[in-house]
């Protein structure tokens, strides 16, 4: 089993920055991507930004420029920094394990719990 841990959320004023840290636990061997999503009540789930294990980056328009992602191989450690940011950034930010293969159960993913970003105006 795969745990996901995030933290780093807040409130915030509109320009300043937060950054989300998640940690991955469990019978891990690998992982292939992670990422963060972000969700607001009503909303579907989106996609904010991923980091593949060889280091390749995808990130939501909305985003680039102001967010980074980073991750700690040795760790199962992603990060995402923010800046610049925006009241239209709050929401709950979700950690995401993808094709993490483990020792007993293969290919499994993984969600973190969510951590609550809001950025007044």
């Known amino acids: 089993q795969v745990q996901l841990v995030e933290s780093g959320g807040g409130l915030v004023q509109a320009g300043g920055s937060l950054r989300l840290s998640c940690a991955a636990s469990?019978?891990?061997?690998?992982?292939?991507?992670m990422g963060w999503y972000r969700q607001v009540p009503g909303n579907q789930r989106e996609l904010v930004a991923t980091i593949t294990s060889g280091g390749r980056t995808n990130y939501a328009d909305s985003v680039k420029g102001r967010f980074t992602i980073s991750r700690d191989g040795a760790k199962n450690a992603v990060f995402l920094q923010m800046n610049s940011l925006k009241p239209e950034d709050t929401a709950v930010y979700y950690c995401?394990?993808?094709?993490?293969?483990?020792?007993?159960?293969?290919?499994?993913?993984?969600w973190g719990q969510g951590t609550l970003v809001t950025v007044s105006s």
């Open positions: 995401n394990a993808d094709s993490v293969l483990t020792f007993d159960r293969g290919y499994v993913g993984a």
């Open positions: 469990g019978t891990i061997v690998t992982i292939s991507t």
